[in-house]
Each structure stands twice: as C-alpha cells, then as structure tokens.
C-alpha cells in the first residue's frame, strides 16, 4: 500500500457516528449496555440484533449475533478492536456511569486522566474494550509553549469521579 501526504484535513464535522458489535449473546450484551450503561432499546430482532441510543438517535451501538453466536472473544495478540469509547456530555455523568458499573459489580481495568479528557476502562460481556469518558472544555486542555496538546496520563481519582454526580 502506497501512503501519500495529504495537505488538506478532513471536513471537521466529521463524527463517527455509531459502531456495530459482534456478540456471541444478545441477551448478554443487551442486559450491559441496556441494563448497566442505560443506553436505550430502539428496535430489536429477536435473538440475532439489537440497536440501542442515547437521547433518541436511530442507534449509537448495533449488537449482532450474526456471525458470533456462541462464539468467545478474540485471541490476545490479534488485530481487531481495541475499544469503543462512549463519550458522556459532562463529568457528572461520567460519575453516573461509575456509579452502575460499581452497583453492578462490573470490574474496571483502569481509569485515568489524561488532561483532555478522564477515562474509565473495562471490557463488555463479550470481551470488547469499552472506555466511558467526558473532555474537559477545549479551552482547559493542557498545551505545549507552542500551543500543540500535551495530553498525559495520571491516575484518576474514582472518590472524586463520584463526588461529581
């Protein structure tokens, strides 16, 4: 594959506008992130799909079971997803999140703040990575001497993530 510089960037209204997963158990996966995560049930054919949103969207997550049935996680050391992040509006309701996923014995793998942004990280029922996160205001993010961003990586404090609802 040839690579080639580009000059012009993207159109900056781009988004990524919903990611599809394979499960090997849509009742499963139904009951994290409908269940746990709270994310609502738009539409759902029977055992085989699922489509879930926040705030009315057709779907921000497509569940299927279509070529996983019964089927387990990827091997370590293969390509595929590294995780899904799920962006929440604010702080607090990152808190919110941190909340269900504790009353829900859902364990974590690791939570950091990385001065843009503070993020929480855990694998779903299937073995996917999930990151649930809030940026901080553009205006907050920490900058070089030249204005690039000169994100980082500390431990976030889960206390204070909660203390925020």
Do not use: C
């Amino acid at each position: 594959m040839e690579t080639t510089n580009r000059t012009e960037s993207i159109e900056p209204g781009v988004r990524i506008g919903h990611v599809h997963l394979k499960v090997s158990d849509l009742d499963r996966a139904l009951e994290f992130y409908h269940g746990v995560l709270g994310f609502d049930l738009v539409q759902r054919f029977g055992s085989q799909a699922a489509f879930l949103s926040a705030g009315g969207y057709h779907h921000h997550i497509g569940l299927n079971t279509w070529e996983s049935e019964g089927g387990g996680p990827p091997a370590p050391g293969t390509t595929g997803l590294y995780h899904v992040a799920i962006l929440y509006p604010t702080r607090a309701s990152l808190g919110d999140a941190l909340r269900r996923l504790t009353e829900a014995g859902v364990a974590l793998q690791g939570a950091s703040d990385h001065g843009v942004s503070e993020a929480l990280y855990l694998s779903d029922p299937d073995g996917n990575g999930v990151e649930l996160y809030w940026d901080r205001p553009v205006e907050e993010w920490p900058r070089t001497a030249d204005g690039k961003i000169a994100m980082f990586t500390r431990p976030l404090s889960l206390r204070a993530l909660l203390d925020a609802r």
